[in-house]
């Protein structure tokens, strides 16, 4: 996969040559390529915003910088259709990431972010290229950040660990939250390892029991008395008879 990310700040990004995407970007699983947007601006200096047409508050990002650094990040190697790039452009306005759309985005072979900054960027920008891509306009949260650069890690990681070989096969994530499967929509329980006694505090009798199934139906009934007193609003996506029928299984 490759990562292109136009940005103000390129230093923001250093995060991506450390941990699961710093060593996917040593193996080659990844290419990331970060782009300072003022290396294409042309003005003494180096300009990227404006005031907003209709007035209000702060500024917003010109066109020109970016149509030209898109441009240049695009020409290398770029084709359309099912193999070429998607743009993703986080915006606290755009359509929640989750790990259904981390999912979506790992099948994709070539990412190019577009992490704003001010009041964001000028629509024409979003405009044009949404005639030669997918554009995904995402938000990480019901938050308001400064900026796009966050949210670009997050993406970045949800989607990199996805990647085939990316997660050592004793990292699977076939039971992350949100992962489907009879744990779909549920939250994880929560995790023990040695000593077996810390504090005063031991572990949970099944998970020492060796049990496979009991341990399983344990882990399952954590994950649901997690979910239901932190994100009540999921149990009702849950299919409670996929439970029946792993219990059976069990
Ligand atoms: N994604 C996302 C965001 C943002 C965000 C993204 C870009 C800019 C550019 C200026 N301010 C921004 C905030 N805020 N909250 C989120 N979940």
Redesign the pocket.
């Known amino acids: 996969m490759r990562l292109d990310v136009v940005t103000i700040f390129p230093e923001y990004l250093e995060p991506l040559n450390v941990s699961l995407v710093g060593k996917a970007r040593a193996r080659g699983q990844l290419d990331v390529q970060v782009h300072d947007l003022r290396e294409w601006t042309y003005d003494r200096h180096n300009t990227v915003d404006d005031t907003p047409y209709g007035g209000g508050p702060g500024m917003v990002m010109k066109t020109d910088p970016w149509g030209a650094c898109l441009d240049d990040a695009l020409a290398d190697g770029y084709e359309a259709g099912a193999h070429g790039p998607v743009l993703v452009v ?3 306005s ?1 359509r929640p ?1 989750t790990q259904e759309l981390a999912v979506e985005l790992s099948e994709r072979p070539w990412l190019v972010f577009a ?6 960027i000028d629509r024409r920008v979003i405009d044009e290229y949404a005639t030669r891509m997918p554009v995904y306009e ?11 650069e ?2 670009v890690l997050v993406i970045t990681e949800a989607v990199a660990r996805l990647l085939p070989g990316v997660l050592g096969n004793a990292e699977s994530h076939r039971d992350d939250s949100f992962a489907p499967g009879a744990m779909a929509d549920l939250l994880e329980g929560p995790v023990f390892t040695k000593p077996p006694e810390w504090r005063g505090r031991g572990i949970p009798d099944v998970l020492l029991s060796g049990h496979h199934g009991k341990i399983a139906r344990w882990r399952r009934d954590e994950a649901f008395r997690r979910t239901t007193l932190n994100r009540p609003d999921l149990i009702e996506r849950c299919d409670p008879a996929s439970f029946d029928k792993k219990d059976r299984e069990m």
């Open positions: 986080p915006t606290p755009g990431f992490p704003a900054r001010y009041e964001g995402v938000s990480i949260g019901d938050y308001v950040l400064a900026g796009g966050a949210a």
